[in-house]
């Protein structure tokens, strides 16, 4: 069974940058539809950025614009570079992936990590 592992998280003030890293153990990605989710404290789990097996993307409007979702070109690590955080960015972020088709945003995949966090101040 597919394991991921993120990494990356960490503090940073307003304005700084962080990139995250979800890499799966024993597993090419490049089939799968990879994304990351984030759930800050008392709230739901919101998806922020997806990825297709094509390198299709789409993204939550929250961070359109400052968040870029990649994959690299041995397909088997995972990355969300975030720019200009804020601290509404601050949560738990989690990588997931699923084969089946879809470049969606809400919690239907198959596989998590156990997450990474972070948190911005202001």
């Known amino acids: 069974q597919m394991q991921l592992v993120e990494s990356g998280g960490g503090s940073v003030q307003a304005g700084g940058s962080l990139t995250l890293s979800c890499a799966a153990s024993?597993?090419?990605?490049?089939?799968?539809?990879m994304v990351w989710f984030r759930q800050a404290p008392g709230k739901g789990r919101e998806g922020v950025a997806v990825?297709?097996?094509?390198?299709?993307?789409a993204y939550a409007d929250s961070v359109r614009g400052r968040f870029i979702i990649t994959r690299d070109n041995a397909k088997t690590t995972l990355l969300l570079q975030m720019n200009s955080l804020k601290p509404e960015d601050t949560a738990m972020y989690y990588c997931?992936?699923?084969?089946?088709?879809?470049?969606?945003?809400?919690?239907?995949?198959?596989?998590w990590g156990q997450g990474t966090q972070v948190t911005v101040s202001s």
């Open positions: 997931a992936a699923k084969i089946t088709a879809g470049c969606t945003l809400v919690p239907s995949y198959e596989y």
């Open positions: 024993g597993y090419s990605l490049s089939s799968y539809y």
């Open positions: 990825i297709g097996p094509y390198g299709d993307t």
